[in-house]
């Protein structure tokens, strides 16, 4: 299976800076996901990392606000940008395992801003 | 759209018993259906997806969960509880063409497993 080093696992961030998160996959996968949790609630997708060109947005997330880097087959960024308390969550990054289908997950980074 | 109802944020059963996890499904394509688990301070865990095959699909952990088309309910069960169930499981939906779809969340069950 897929092994995903997510980075990093936790911050504490001041309101109005922004924080990049890492996401290595040990194999090269086609298909990389970013997803938020917030406090006491579920996944929601944020975007679809694309290699080679720009991420896909979900509805309610806008570039600007989350800028994705896909560079390779095996590395994404998510930035937070401008980041408020409203920010406070759990971000995971996700593959695909086109052997079986399987999404991975990372061990997600917990955000946390003042 | 797709969409995946869990009943009961939380759920308590007694060590040895049985675990039952609701979870109803919306979709206007054949579904691809999953359930995670999530443990305390770590990341999901895949314990079983259903894609159009056999509808008991057989986990790891000694889970299951049963696709009823009839129902639009794919229900996690465990014959009896471990004290190391404790953790939140989640239901998603993909549409048709697997787990490459986006996965479609519900809000998620918290297990706990009492002595």
């Known amino acids: 299976s897929a092994v995903i080093s997510q980075k990093p696992s936790r911050d504490i961030c001041q309101r109005g800076t922004s924080l990049t998160i890492q996401c290595q996959v040990d194999s090269q996968v086609t298909m990389m996901f970013w997803y938020r949790q917030q406090p006491g609630q579920s996944l929601t997708l944020i975007a679809t990392?694309?290699?080679?060109?720009?991420?896909?947005?979900e509805s309610g997330f806008v570039i600007d606000k989350f800028p994705i880097s896909r560079p390779n087959l095996t590395f994404s960024t998510l930035t937070v940008s401008n980041m408020s308390p409203e920010d406070s969550s759990i971000y995971l990054c996700s593959v695909v395992e086109a052997a079986n289908e399987k999404l991975f997950f990372g061990s997600g980074t917990q955000l946390s801003v003042l | 759209a797709q969409s995946v109802t869990q009943l009961g944020s939380h759920v308590s059963v007694s060590e040895g018993a049985l675990v039952l996890l609701r979870c109803n499904y919306s979709s206007s394509v054949p579904p691809y259906l999953f359930w995670y688990v999530q443990y305390p301070n770590q990341g999901l865990q895949l314990l079983l997806k259903y894609t159009s095959a056999a509808t008991l699909v057989k986990g790891i952990n000694g889970f299951e969960a049963e696709f009823k088309k009839s129902e639009t309910s794919f229900h996690l069960t465990k014959p009896s509880a471990h004290m190391s169930d404790a953790a939140e499981y989640f239901c998603a939906v993909s549409g048709y063409g697997g787990a490459t779809n986006k996965l479609i969340f519900g809000t998620g069950t918290l297990l706990a497993v009492q002595p």
């Open positions: 990392a694309n290699q080679g060109s720009e991420a896909t947005y």
